[in-house]
């Protein structure tokens, strides 16, 4: 079981920077990869970054690649913490974040994860 709990949204002005953290924990934790989504009102839940097991390799969306970098630290003592750093926000980027991890390679379909975090939001000011 791995249990995921996202902080660190808020309101940010348009062109600002936000950090949102994703501490997660469980039995070998440091295997899983790992993701975050994001979900506007009135809107389907999307990708906007993952993260390899390592923390080797990374994924993003088009609408974030550039401004957003996800990362990750894996602790020995099966807590692991991924990031996601948004630079240059836009108004577009307010949302919903969630956090979400997989036994297995990162990929950007939300449906192949197996769990996910309650969600911190992050609101964007223009």
């Known amino acids: 079981q791995v249990q995921l709990a996202e902080s660190g949204g808020g309101l940010v002005q348009a062109g600002g920077s936000l950090r949102v953290s994703c501490a997660a924990s469980?039995?070998?934790?440091?295997?899983?990869?790992m993701a975050w989504f994001r979900q506007a009102p009135r809107k389907e839940r999307e990708f906007v970054a993952a993260i390899s097991r390592s923390g080797g390799t990374t994924y993003y969306a088009d609408s974030v690649k550039g401004r957003f970098t996800i990362s990750r630290y894996n602790a020995m003592n099966s807590k692991n913490t991924v990031y996601l750093q948004m630079n240059s926000l836009k108004p577009e980027d307010t949302a919903v974040y969630y956090c979400a991890a997989r036994n297995f390679d990162a990929s950007p379909n939300l449906g192949v994860y197996d769990y996910w975090g309650q969600g911190t939001q992050v609101t964007v000011s223009s």
């Open positions: 469980g039995r070998t934790v440091s295997s899983y990869a």
